[in-house]
């Protein structure tokens, strides 16, 4: 009977106050969490998804194994598949950010009144993942945007369920040191945090000898997991490696801003772990609690541009991907604007010698191709992709994967390309790894099947087979792009992009002595419109040339006029103020480059025709 | 008490039924099909050692239940019950095939398909009478251009599926800066008293494991093109043969064999071990010389050359010209007599000519008996193992006739190779599966000359060949396993390595 009446009234009972404030908190947490990741780095969440692998395959799991801190990695990297869909890879962490957030609270760090600080630990945590802007694309740590989380999320539960260990003592903390030292082999440095975590709580209880035995055991424990894994376990792994894995300390693999963020996460926990017992005695005012979040979130948010950088130039090669040029160029003026890429979308459009300087700075470097480790930047893929030169896009796309460890975006790239290249074999296992992906399943088996029947694959690939040169060309990229896309067009007349492309390439390289003997395939295909770059170079050359004559109808008469105007600014103005002084009327012509800007030769001196 | 012994007498009868329960039964009502069934790999009408691992395949067919009889004239038959991955048991699979020596074996794969049973075409593969060499040894690594990460040289128990690492390059520890490379691993005489690899880039050299101890030299002399290159162990005197090669790497813009390497020049000289010390075999700008191997007897020592270009004064422009007439260069066999007691070599002879064969000669290792040398032909240029025109070929050095291993080629490159100690056996690569990722072959080679339709080296599952992304270079065979330990190798690679001796 007592029952029944106490049933309805739980049912009924309001919330207490205080676990009100605890769920709205939560509850407003991973709103934000979610919101901030969903509208500001969609389409970063989703190329972090695209840069990482996770198969359903025994195989993938025990190549994880073999390796130190191989577990977490695995985890990182199932996770980390989700964020392909942005509205649920966000929800994921913001869940798993709160879970971290409450066994943050349950470590008792803190005063019961303040445990809005336990949610500074996992704001710092997303402002790690969600700001590694270029390093991104550095996918030696493929699956970090998890990995980490689930790092600390190990890290604090242990803490927390050890610390509810009643009552204390030797076997206490035996047990204790043998959760860190799994977690040394699941997480690497992760378990050696543990440790350090668990050696200054003995460091702040109990009396002079309980510590010492507890501090024995922990560093016992500590010697015995590092060298039961280093005998044992992991038999062909460095030492280090084992205390190392997961272990970032390098600003140019993460970026710096993620680093500060997880250092100074790891100073706050560890600080709070050591100063807890007189922390616990303070109680912050709760509006302080909130101000303090904010000023993190901000940080987060606001400090950090690399994220939004990040965001634009892969929302960019996702546009470039689907091929919705209008939309890129749109973007085109946002900071991390991909100038590569606009350069793409330029072509397609056929205004590549209209435009070229009309989106980015004259003097900048790296306009139709990036630099430096131009062999590893997935941008150049898709550039070459687009020429048709898909055996480069190719050998490209696997010097990526070797370097980065496999993704799904190589698998996917390198799958399509040997489709093209007509290579099915090949295609076919590549196609077949991703296939084993969950959410590319789908994708992957109808480009199976496809695979085994060729007419239905020359159909579908006809349109671009047909930009693929038609004779071959034998040269080292690595000593730049500019002149293989000159030697190109000499290969590849059906591209409508190859004679643009090699154009623009010879007006980077400032080789406007050769312009003219390109006049006539350029009437050609563009009639009597010259394109305005090409005009505008060739005015430069009869300007700078007094033997040369320009033949009529080439440049108009208003382009020699502007011509004019501005060899007579920049020979009044020399030096580095001219630069400045013609910056805004001139910064979109060629002139203004040509003057400017500082090139190298490019040459290529492996060049060569093979005529097949 | 009572019913306690009542589990005790029980726990037999028990394990018995569940024995007989589990026992395969064979089955005897099917109808036969047409067509042949689809196995990868392809081991159908192959020729197998008598001590190789099982040849576990994959069923490439749609079935309900699949079941599979392996059998020979003598022994217990194996019978599995199987998913599409047929795993054949490794003792049963020893005793048949060690009691069937110069006899074929046969596979019967059944299939169920709407209630009924049905038998493919009986698969016929032939038990030779010689074993191979017991241990392969290869690196692994993505067949790359520029780049690589993790790599290493692995050693294969081929008697079963063990394989375990001599090095690999994750002893540089730090996987976030660039690791290691290594390569070119080469064993004396098929044993492995004497082994060497080389480690490129970061604290680079060559590793010498001479009979217990070890050592790790710079092979960069300031006289030379390069430090050492392709490997030649003498067969008994503590000396190695290498190229000394200058190495240039260009890409085709539309050529499915999208990489060419080329030596712009190349050279060969000796190294003695004991005294550190190499000496120079040939050092000329005008031919190209590489790819050095020994005679059994080491009285020879075998090798590739190539007319070079005129010098030029300018390197680049060297270069440019190597690539425009990349297709030109074409390298033939020769061979120069060396005096074991003085360490000094005589003449040059030419033992085949281009002419004769329109092709470009690699890789030429002599028989263990001396009478047979094996090379890698291809249609122009030194990096024989991405040209797909690339095959095996042999010269009787008795007859100087010329054939090629036609049962073993493929339409793919098949490429660097290794005879067994007894001569019967050739493992070698070959990249016929996909055109990229190479893989372990092996063909008999009988006493007549002639070799036999080659088989992929057999795996615990064999998909592996498709989800493995590394290919497997350097096929070595040896009769022993290495003596080294894979921590103290690890030690001596982190060293520096020590100088030549001028």
Do not use: K, P
């Given at each position: 009977m007592d029952r029944q009446h106490k049933k309805p009234d739980a049912a009924i009972h309001p919330l207490q106050p205080k676990k009100k404030r605890s769920a709205l908190t939560a509850v407003l947490f991973v709103t934000v969490c979610t919101l901030y990741l969903i509208l500001f780095r969609s389409s970063y969440l989703q190329m972090t998804a695209q840069l990482s692998l996770f198969l359903n395959e025994r195989s993938f799991f025990e190549s994880y194994l073999q390796r130190p801190g191989g577990l977490l990695h695995y985890g990182g990297q199932f996770f980390s598949q989700f964020l392909l869909i942005p509205w649920l890879g966000a929800l994921l962490c913001a869940l798993l950010l709160l879970t971290l957030a409450i066994l943050v609270r349950t470590m008792h760090l803190f005063h019961s009144k303040n445990e809005l600080l336990s949610y500074i630990p996992p704001l710092l945590l997303l402002g790690s993942v969600s700001n590694m802007g270029e390093m991104?694309?550095?996918?030696?740590?493929?699956?970090?945007f998890f990995s980490t989380i689930l790092g600390w999320i190990l890290v604090a539960a242990l803490y927390s369920l050890t610390s509810r260990f009643k009552p204390k003592g030797i076997g206490c903390e035996m047990l204790s040191a043998i959760g860190a030292g799994l977690l040394l082999w699941v997480g690497g440095i992760y378990g050696i945090i543990a440790f350090l975590f668990l050696i200054f709580r003995v460091v702040r209880q109990g009396d002079a000898t309980d510590r010492i035995y507890s501090l024995s055991v922990y560093l016992i424990s500590l010697a015995v997991f590092l060298f039961a894994g280093y005998l044992f376990l992991y038999p062909n792994a460095p030492f280090s490696s084992l205390w190392m894995a997961h272990l970032k300390q390098y600003p140019f693999l993460l970026g710096k801003f993620p680093l500060i963020f997880e250092w100074s996460l790891t100073a706050y926990m560890a600080l709070a772990v050591l100063l807890s017992s007189r922390l616990s005695r303070v109680a912050l005012p709760h509006r302080l609690g909130y101000v303090l979040l904010a000023i993190v979130f901000l940080a987060v948010g606001v400090v950090s541009r690399q994220g939004q950088t990040a965001n634009t130039r892969c929302r960019m090669l996702q546009l470039a991907e689907n091929e919705e040029w209008a939309k890129l160029l749109s973007d085109a003026n946002r900071p991390g604007a991909s100038i590569p890429l606009i350069a793409v979308a330029l072509a397609k459009e056929n205004r590549l010698l209209n435009n070229l300087f009309g989106y980015v700075q004259p003097t900048s470097k790296n306009i139709l191709f990036e630099t430096p480790n131009e062999q590893l930047s997935i941008v150049n893929i898709q550039v070459l992709r687009n020429l048709g030169l898909y055996y480069y896009a190719y050998n490209l796309a696997y010097e990526n994967m070797v370097f980065r460890a496999p993704s799904i975006s190589s698998f996917h790239q390198l799958g399509e390309l040997s489709l093209i290249n007509n290579e099915t074999e090949l295609a076919k296992k590549y196609l077949t790894t991703l296939s084993h992906a969950w959410l590319w399943k789908k994708e992957a088996t109808s480009w199976l099947q496809l695979a085994d029947s060729p007419a239905l694959l020359d159909t579908k690939l006809s349109s671009l087979r047909q930009l693929q040169p038609r004779n071959n060309y034998i040269g080292s990229f690595y000593s730049g792009f500019e002149s293989m896309v000159i030697y190109n067009y000499a290969v590849s007349q059906r591209n409508p992009m190859s004679l643009q492309y090699a154009v623009a390439a010879l007006l980077l390289q400032k080789?406007?002595?050769?312009l003219p003997n390109w006049m006539q395939s350029i009437q050609e295909t563009y009639h009597q419109s010259i394109p305005l770059h090409v005009q505008e170079a060739l005015a430069l050359k009869a300007g700078l040339d007094p033997a040369y004559v320009l033949p009529d109808g080439w440049v108009d008469a208003r382009v020699n006029r502007e011509l004019q105007e501005f060899l007579t600014l920049y020979t009044s103005a020399k030096g580095p103020e001219a630069a400045m002084i013609l910056t805004k009327q001139y910064n979109q012509t060629y002139w203004y480059y040509y003057m400017f800007a500082s090139v190298s030769s490019g040459k290529d001196e492996n060049a060569s025709y093979d005529q097949r | 008490m009572k019913s306690f012994m009542k589990y005790i007498l029980c726990a037999p009868l028990l394990s018995l039924f569940l024995l007989t329960s589990c026992e395969v039964k064979e089955i005897k009502a099917y109808d036969v099909l047409k067509d042949p069934v689809q196995i990868f790999p392809d081991y159908t009408a192959i020729t197998l050692p008598p001590n190789i691992a099982p040849i576990n395949f994959s069923i490439e067919a749609e079935g309900e239940q699949f079941q599979v009889k392996i059998s020979a004239s003598k022994g217990h038959p194996i019978l599995l019950k199987t998913n599409k991955e047929v795993q054949i048991p490794i003792k049963k699979w020893k005793a048949l095939i060690s009691q069937n020596l110069n006899d074929t074996l046969h596979i019967e794969v059944f299939v169920r398909r709407e209630s009924k049973w049905y038998r493919y075409p009986v698969i016929s593969n032939f038990i030779a009478p010689d074993s191979i060499d017991r241990y392969l040894t290869y690196r692994l690594i993505e067949p790359g251009y520029r780049y690589w990460r993790e790599m290493g040289i692995f050693q294969r128990n081929l008697e079963s599926f063990d394989e375990q690492p001599i090095l690999t390059n994750r002893f540089s520890s730090d996987e976030y800066k660039s690791t290691q490379c290594m390569n070119c691993h080469s064993f004396q005489n098929y044993g492995t008293d004497r082994f060497l690899f080389h480690l490129r880039t970061g604290k680079g050299g060559t590793v010498f494991y001479d009979k217990g101890t070890y050592r790790k030299i710079n092979m960069r002399q300031d006289s030379a093109l390069s430090a050492a290159v392709y490997p030649a162990w003498h067969p008994s005197l503590n000396l190695v043969a290498f190229s000394t090669n200058k190495t240039s790497q260009a890409f085709h813009m539309y050529n499915p064999q999208k990489v060419e390497v080329l030596d712009t020049y190349s050279d060969l000289v000796l190294f003695d071990v004991e005294k550190k010390k190499l000496t120079p075999i040939f050092r000329t700008d005008s031919i190209l010389e590489t790819f050095p191997t020994w005679s059994p007897d080491g009285k020879w020592l075998y090798y590739c050359a190539a007319s070079n270009l005129p010098s030029y004064t300018d390197k680049a422009t060297h270069t440019a010209e190597m690539y425009k007439n990349y297709t030109e260069v074409r390298y033939h066999l020769l061979r120069i007599p060396f005096d074991q007691d003085t360490h000094t070599f005589g003449a040059p002879d030419t033992i085949v000519r281009i002419h004769n064969t329109k092709a470009s000669l690699s890789f030429p290792r002599v028989s263990p008996d001396g009478r047979y040398l094996l090379f890698t032909a291809s249609a122009y240029g030194t990096f024989s193992i991405w040209h797909k025109s690339s095959e095996l070929y042999v010269v009787d050095l008795q007859t100087m006739q010329m054939s090629a291993l036609k049962a073993a080629n493929s339409k793919e490159a098949d490429s660097y190779h290794s005879w067994s100690s007894n001569g019967r056996w050739i493992a070698f690569s070959s990249r016929r599966l996909d055109g990229q990722y190479t893989r372990t072959f092996i063909t008999y080679f009988n006493k007549a000359g002639i070799a036999s339709k080659a088989f992929l080296l057999p795996q615990k599952s064999p998909t592996i060949n498709q989800t493995l992304y590394k290919a497997f270079n350097v096929p070595e065979l040896s009769r022993e396993a290495v003596k080294t330990t894979y921590r103290e190798l690890e030690r001596v690679a982190a060293q520096e390595a020590e100088p030549l001796k001028k």
């Open positions: 991104l694309y550095v996918n030696v740590n493929g699956g970090y080789r406007i002595q050769e | -």
